[in-house]
């Protein structure tokens, strides 16, 4: 295998692959995404961020934003929370990012993304890969992104919420059951509409002065996730068994730079396929 660097295709849509130009584009990328990007399982548990106003997604405009590989296995009622923050379980002053599971569990639109904030919600088809899903709202707009590509908007008038509740990351907040299945690479909480026209997902985030919070996979030990914007929102891990092939627990190990990770098969300096030692 081989050190992968930030991907530099345009993805493009996967519902447009009939167009070659773009099947070779998005096909390309989306290869080097999946073997660029690790993240941590939190097996059920969730990061706990303690409550402040700036992750209740005020102000002039926002963007939630994730890399996530949505799993398999549905919780009991469908709904995989990848993060969000709230006060209490009935009312509306709350904002939250997940996937709908399949159908029959009762979700209102089966394998979706979706986001919701008060009565608002945006949604997507999901599929089990990594994939870059982005909310952005301003000039009252609520937008869904995936992989760069508008999939869903919805008017809103405004975003104030008062909710004092904490920010969770892998699981509901108050729900334990409504869990994300599968690895969360990382999390990024902007004051800013970072997104309005089609754009080329980084797989690797730095922080600057809209940054509000970034949570990444290896910013994780055994019971911290660390805010790396500098502004404090460390996620104290709760109920989380982290997952012995997470690569949190080697920093710097990479894909193809030669250093035999616990979570890699085998490591040989380079980004070949098939010379025995390949990416897949």
Aim: charged letters at 15%; hydrophobic letters at 40%.
């Amino acid at each position: 295998t081989g050190q992968v660097p930030a991907v530099d295709q345009v993805l493009g849509d996967p519902e447009a692959d009939d167009d070659p130009s773009r099947q070779v584009a998005h096909g390309v990328g989306m290869d080097r995404v999946q073997h660029a990007l690790a993240g941590c399982d939190l097996q059920g548990g969730q990061g706990v961020v303690p409550h402040h106003t700036a992750l209740n997604l005020g102000g002039a405009a926002f963007t939630v934003e994730a890399w996530v590989r949505p799993g398999g296995s549905p919780t009991a009622e469908g709904v995989q929370v990848i993060a969000n923050k709230r006060t209490d379980a009935v009312s509306k002053d709350e904002w939250a990012l997940g996937v709908y599971g399949p159908a029959g569990l009762g979700v209102p639109t089966p394998n979706t993304f979706f986001f919701n904030l008060g009565e608002a919600e945006v949604q997507a088809p999901v599929t089990a890969i990594w994939t870059h899903v982005a909310v952005t709202w301003s000039a009252g707009q609520l937008t869904l992104w995936v992989n760069g590509v508008l999939k869903d908007e919805a008017p809103l008038a405004a975003t104030s919420l008062a909710n004092t509740g904490s920010l969770s990351i892998g699981r509901d907040v108050l729900l334990p059951r409504y869990y994300f299945d599968g690895p969360i690479a990382s999390l990024r909480i902007s004051k800013s509409a970072r997104y309005g026209a089609p754009f080329t997902p980084a797989t690797a985030w730095s922080t600057d002065a809209d940054t509000v919070g970034l949570w990444t996979y290896d910013s994780a030990s055994a019971d911290l996730m660390v805010d790396a914007s500098g502004n404090g929102h460390d996620a104290v891990l709760v109920d989380a068994a982290m997952d012995p092939a997470c690569p949190a627990e080697v920093p710097g190990a990479e894909c193809g730079d030669a250093q035999l990770a616990a979570w890699e098969p085998c490591d040989d300096g380079n980004l070949l396929e098939g010379d025995g030692c390949s990416t897949s």
